[in-house]
């Protein structure tokens, strides 16, 4: 027997504190993966604004190294004289942005301008001629290997900026170099609105100097994911700016979702620790109660063995014929009946709880005299309290009117408390038994002198199987049953049972009944417990 409690409770010790550290870890695991989630995300985004800075500016710079090639494959250096003569033919078309041409013959001293293509002569190619001697080719890198590699020179002048594209030949040992000059206008108002321009839904793009000045495109909000990226060979100084717009809204939609997964993980660890919980304390409830229910067989088993081993023994006596004294005869009788009137009640009082507890307990409802049945009750009581020289007072309200109620319950009850009354407080001098009226009911009260009922019992007595602490401490014998009863049956007639203390020492029992109406006459009521 002892080893199934002992499984239970290693259940209990090791079950329980493994389910909660496994909901524990399941929580913690699922809370880490949203935040790796979140940033994989971020990461993903930065990825994917990087990927489209990238292809953006990549896209530019070929635009403007397909015009140098352009222009590379029209320049003829030998024959100077038709210089820039085929390109002028393709230049609309092909090198949108080449304003013009220029050859320079860099093995003389004075690197003089050799020939000259413009899409519009003017004024503004002499300024940019001498410019271009003056200060652009000091900015070159004119001697740096593979000298004929395209390069580029962008570079604010006078406060213009400029953009030109140059690469070097030779031609029977001297060295020459061939220029573009990319008109930056053309490339601001044609190529980026061509490139930047076409709404997008997801990004937003613009192109700003170096001192951070917008050149083209919208000012970027601030708060959203902007990446950067100069362009690396062409317009160098100059960077591109995007933002992806779907960012932000595709970040509060997934910390939304992440708040809602945090939740709904926090709910559920909590939903298990909840349920273990109820599971636990139905458990250790259940254990309580079998232990109360294995003392109430013991306690039974104990309650009647007594009064049937005395039974015997003094039947026996007076079977043998030894016992000649006729007043000793007459007290063994005594004790025979008594014995077995007792038997009797505990009997009684087992079979009605076992109805009670299966739920078919059986009230009869008729209308009865109060008076009668509080006078039926103590009667049965009278022999054993004048045996323990107890006095029972019997009082009942003259004004009491026939109430309808089940008698034999009522009578049950009050037995029960009297008989409580003189096993708990056999020191006293006196019970008190009556039956008041108290609104439209009935209040029962047997009160006695004896210990009285400590605070912390006072409700729980109630309950079945439950024994209180005078119970152990005055070894009175008892089934735990009784009082359970008498409650049983206040409820089964609207009212309810409690205990007072007495005045000054002891204590009051108590059950009230309400008045049923006289329709429910005799018809049998199953009350469950
Ligand atoms: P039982 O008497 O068989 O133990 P009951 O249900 O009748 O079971 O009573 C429950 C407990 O209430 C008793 O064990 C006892 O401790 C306490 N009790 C009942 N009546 C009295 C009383 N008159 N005086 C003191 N204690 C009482």
Known sequence: MAVRPQRERALTFFLVPIIVVAVLVLDGVTFRNSFQLEKLREQSVIEATLLLANERADRLEKRIIDQDTA???????????????????????????????????????????????????????????????????????????????????????????????????????????????????????????????????????????????????????????????????TLYKWRLNVTMTAAKELAAAVSRRRVLEMVLVGLSGLVVIAGLA??????????????????????????????????????????????????????????????????GNLIENVLDFAKVERGKAAYVFAQADVADVVLRATEACRVRAADEQIELDVAVDRELRPMNLDERAIEVAIINLVDNALKYAPEGKRIRVSAMRSGSGVEFRVSDEGPGIPVEDRKRIFDRFVRGSQAAERRVRGSGIGLALVKHIAEAHGGEAWVEPGAPRGSSFVFSVRSRPASAESAPTEAHA
């Open 71 to 233: 222009v590379g494959s029209t320049i003829d250096v030998i024959h100077r004289d038709q210089f820039g003569a085929e390109w002028a033919a393709v230049a609309p078309l092909q090198t949108p942005t080449v304003r013009a041409v220029l050859l320079i013959d860099l093995s003389s001293p004075y690197r003089e301008v050799v020939a000259v293509a413009s899409r519009s002569p003017g004024p503004e190619d002499l300024a940019f001629r001498r410019l271009l001697i003056r200060s652009m080719l000091r900015d070159m890198k004119l001697d740096e290997e593979p000298r004929t590699q395209l390069r580029h020179l962008h570079e604010s002048y006078e406060g213009t900026s400029y953009l030109v594209s140059y690469w070097q030949r030779e031609d029977r040992g001297r060295r020459y170099l061939v220029v573009t000059w990319h008109d930056i206008g053309a490339i601001i108002h044609k190529i980026f609105p061509a490139l930047y321009g076409v709404p997008d839904r997801q990004s937003r793009v613009n192109v700003v100097d170096a001192e951070g000045r917008i050149v083209y495109g919208p000012p970027l909000s601030r708060g959203q994911l902007t990446l950067g990226r100069q362009f690396e060979t």
């Open 278 to 343: 109820v599971v636990l304390v139905a458990a250790a409830r259940e254990r309580k109660l079998s232990n109360l229910k294995s003392d109430f067989v013991a306690n039974v088993s104990h309650e009647l063995k007594t009064p049937l081993s005395l039974v015997r023994m003094f039947g026996e006596l007076l079977c043998s014929g030894r016992v000649d004294n006729d007043a000793k005869r007459r007290q063994y009788l005594q004790i025979i009946v008594h014995e077995a009137e007792r038997l």
